[in-house]
């Protein structure tokens, strides 16, 4: 029969190799988790960033083409003077612009997820606690991302702003040659 232990007498601690091991653990999970959260971020902002920027290539696009369309029809028929073909023209000038900003948006979205990917891997990586800790390398990575994250927004924005002002250019030429003929003449 075994004898019943003291209430009072503490639990046996662990021993050093013990404590050692379950900090290498546990830094080992901070280090796969960091690893696999910037792996896993960087696909999202990827995914994203494709998203919106496809939508913004394809607006200004399909606008674009839409507007080739219409001044084609108008010359074909010889309908407009080559002055009123120019300013029905105009719009090309912004939707183009818009697809240009897209682009550029896209190429900064690469250069943010680059910088960002590159600012998690040049941490070092140590099993005493914090385990992930800056370097001069990853700082500055992590700092041109953020500049390339904010140019990217404002190429995006840019873009969304060509096509707003494209179509306020293509209201204001439709709006044009909805003047009546006559009086289109004497202007």
């Known amino acids: 029969m075994s004898t019943p232990q003291n209430p009072s007498q503490p639990e046996p601690a662990l021993t050093r190799k013990e404590l050692l091991d379950i900090q290498f ?14 792996k896993e971020a960087n696909s ?4 994203a960033a494709e998203e919106a920027i496809k939508a913004m290539i394809l607006i200004n696009g399909g606008s674009s083409v839409a507007m080739l369309a219409f001044i084609g029809t108008l010359a074909s028929k010889d ?3 080559p002055a009123q073909l120019a300013r029905v ?3 090309l000038f912004y939707f183009g612009s818009g697809v240009a900003s897209a682009v550029i948006a896209a190429a900064f979205a ?4 680059l910088m960002i990917a590159g600012s998690s891997t040049r941490m070092s990586r140590s099993y005493d ?3 992930l800790l800056d370097t001069p390398s990853s700082i500055k990575r992590r700092y ?4 390339f994250r904010y140019l990217g927004v404002v190429a995006a924005l840019a873009s969304i702003g060509c096509f707003i002002f494209g179509l306020y250019r293509a209201e204001t030429a439709f709006q044009a040659l909805a003047i009546p003929k006559q009086e ?4």
Do not use: C, M
Not at 44 to 47: D, E, H, L
Not at 110 to 113: I, R
Not at 184 to 187: K, L, M, S
């Open 89 to 91: 023209a105009s719009p």
């Open 25 to 38: 653990r546990a830094a080992e999970r901070a280090h796969d988790s960091a690893a696999t959260f910037a």
């Open 184 to 187: 289109r003449v004497q202007q």
């Open 44 to 47: 999202a902002a990827v995914k």
């Open 79 to 81: 309908l407009l003077s």
């Open 144 to 147: 041109f991302g953020e500049v």
């Open 110 to 113: 690469y250069f943010t997820n």
């Open 129 to 131: 606690h914090p385990y």
